[in-house]
């Protein structure tokens, strides 16, 4: 048994070391010279730099620092909205009486199942009858409508596990309603706001093909950007791109290592649904 | 008395209602309609500029004539077909490999999830530079090993570009369909590995009659995810292959982005889209009746 664990020890050691070389392989990169990126493979940087870093921050007036604050607004304000919206409704569906609830609970599951690639071109046509393309409000309103509706699942579910005779007790020592649901409701629902909050800040932060088609040229993200880059720009070097991607992903991955709990369980039922 | 009552409780209700009238205002404007409008613009010749003509079918009859679409659906499902098992073996051999207590087996999994949460663009990036022809350090390897005498162009040639973000996909995905089948190992009850201890069993016996058929639904669900997810692919080709060599790696969702706001054929990737959503509805079927019946 020792020696059959010894194995699986050595072996995830192998498979882990492969996990995080790709991301290894981009960092060091992004912090060697243009010299030693084109002049061989290095494992460990001979000359540790951070001009990959400031070359990116500084191109076209730091037009980067324009697309991350972009990113941001985006996030917090996303989340802010998805989070009040699923709160309130996910409260609402469990534990109060709604004219035509099933038929509004059938709408939303049929929204989880229906993805924003394949309404690209209607939506694109109704953000410019209302004139908001290219917009922060615009490209929030879709974060929301595609993130709403497992959202509001997840809080109905956590509001379910709530039991209403806890709902009765305070009732009956007087408590009212706006104090029923501040002091007996939130804090029990609160794993499910969380979980619903860090659903919504991964998929808005890792978003492209929104910003890309609803963005325009006036709310590029810091993805957009950085693919434009890419796509676009023969004369950039693999530091600077390399460099973008680790800029890329550290907030998600601090973001990730904090709440591990709730990303695994958002990401889960997200997909499962 | 009672009309007062049945009053008051209709004012009740009215105002339950504002709980989740924010949901429905945002649902109705930007799903609902846009989700009509989809298949009303998909009935008419809609530019950009112009009068809007009613055609009819005209646009469906086309899609299905145009090889394009049909090439971008078959490499869709080429790739679905290809990533699809790829990543479950990986995920699986994982699964195996965490589902052990040892001491610090929670890293182990922490590091298989980590590429799950960071962005596609990113993950195609960082992937993009190691195929790189001439600078990535794949050819440097192969080469030194002597697997190759010469560098490979990986991204320019669609038999070996497709099998090459496969890999990134696999990397990046991996980790989520582990967590899935770690969740379902981990819900089997230990007493019946027991018995089967008593019975006599070794370990290649349980795996096959206790382990795999007890995870198969859960097995049956991480593939159709996967396959629905591999349906809509679009950056991870958009950024590593930009769907060359001359448009053999564009994806469905990639050509339909491409005839909506490159050409602004806005009917024509209307209709485009709407047999996009019967192929997910398809699949979407499946999903729902392999959660339903684990019988099944």
Known sequence: MKKNSRWIICLNIIMGTIWLLPLYWSFVTSTKTDQEIYGGITLFPQKFTWANYIELFQRKDGIFFEYLKNSITLTLVTVLVVATVSVLAGFAFSKLEIMGSKLWLGLILFTIMVPVQALMVPLHNTLSSLGLLGTLAGMILIYVTFQTPFCVYMMKSSFDMVPNALREAATLDGAGPMAIFKHIYLPLAMPGAITVMVYSAYNTWNDYVIALTFGGNTMKTFNVGLVDLITNDFSISWGVLTSGSIVGLIPITIFFLIFQKYFVKGLMSGAIK | ?296
């Open chain 2, 1 to 296: 008395m009672k009309k007062v009552l049945s009053s008051k409780q209709t004012i009740k209700r009215l105002s339950n209602v504002l709980f989740i009238a924010p949901l429905l205002v945002i649902n109705i404007t930007f799903f609902v309609i846009p989700f009509l409008k989809a298949i009303y613009m998909s009935l008419f010749d809609w530019k950009i500029l112009g009068d809007k003509a009613f055609i009819g079918l005209t646009n469906y009859i086309q899609a299905f004539q145009n090889q394009k679409f049909i090439n971008s659906l078959i490499f869709t499902g080429k790739y679905a077909l290809l990533v699809t098992p790829m990543l479950f073996i990986v995920a699986f051999i994982m699964a195996l490999l965490v589902n052990h207590t040892f001491k610090g087996v929670g890293i182990f999994r922490t590091i298989y999830f980590l590429p799950v949460i960071i962005s596609m663009t990113t993950c195609a990036n960082i992937w993009l530079w190691i195929y790189n022809e001439l600078y990535g350090v794949l050819n440097y390897i192969l080469m030194n090993i002597g697997l190759i005498s010469k560098p490979i162009a990986w991204m320019k040639d669609a038999s070996i570009s497709l099998p090459a973000v496969c890999v990134m996909i696999t990397w990046k995905m991996s980790g989520f369909t582990m967590l899935m089948l770690l969740a379902a190992f981990q819900a089997i009850d230990e007493q019946t590995y027991e018995a089967a201890k008593i019975d006599g069993a070794n370990a290649v016996q349980k795996f096959f009659r206790i382990t795999l058929p007890i995870i198969r639904p859960t097995i049956g669900l991480s593939m159709v995810i996967s396959l629905i997810g591999s349906v809509l692919a679009f950056e991870q080709f958009r950024i590593m292959t930009k769907g060359g060599p001359s448009s053999s790696t564009q994806t469905t969702v990639f050509y339909i982005y491409e005839t909506s706001f490159k050409n602004f054929k806005f009917g024509y990737g209307a209709a485009m889209s709407i047999i996009l959503l019967v192929i997910l509805a398809v699949l979407s079927y499946f999903q729902f009746k392999v959660m339903k019946d684990p019988s099944e």
